[in-house]
């Protein structure tokens, strides 16, 4: 790719993870807050050798599932793991890079905003970044070249209606 942009998906609606898979790229797809089976496991399979996924700091829990230990022992994993997304950026071997969730680690408290800010600064002239998740906050939309937020209208999770296979997961 000649020249790579930064996107941002975020918002409160489905499709954030979706919306972001490249076509006939060679993508990395990092997942944060991400640890049990979720359906882009299986739909990425679809690309082949041309689509990796790694996920850091894995809990076996969701996110919102962790106590405080837990929380504090992810950080710690996660942090230990991070130089995993700068080996990335400048190893050469990717078009697109996903960085999934991310909003929700920095929101969390996962990781610092100055540390997303070097993952901006590293990301190479030819790769397209891109960072996915809720509340993405205002500095990082003002440096990115494109902005999509999903918007809930409607769930049906508000009838009590869970997760569903083929759909979710």
Do not use: C
């Amino acid at each position: 790719m000649e020249k790579g942009y930064i996107q941002i998906y975020t918002g409160h609606g489905k499709g954030k993870t979706t919306a972001a898979l490249g076509d006939g790229l060679k993508v990395l797809m990092i997942q944060f807050l991400k640890s049990v089976h979720s359906s882009e496991l299986e739909s990425v399979k679809a690309f082949g050798d041309s689509f990796e996924i790694g996920r850091l700091a894995v809990q076996g829990k969701f996110f919102w599932q962790l106590n405080e230990e837990e929380k504090k022992d992810f950080k710690e994993q996660l942090q230990r793991e991070l130089h995993q997304i700068d080996e990335a950026l400048l190893g050469g071997r990717w078009d697109m890079i996903i960085l999934d969730e991310i909003f929700g680690a920095l929101g969390n408290g996962m990781i610092s905003a100055d540390q997303l800010d070097k993952i901006l600064e590293m990301k190479p002239q030819h790769l397209e970044l891109v960072l996915t998740g809720r509340g993405a906050p205002a500095e990082f939309i003002e440096k990115a070249d494109l902005v999509t937020e999903m918007k809930q209208i409607k769930h049906y999770y508000e009838k009590g209606i869970g997760s569903r296979k083929g759909i979710e997961f």
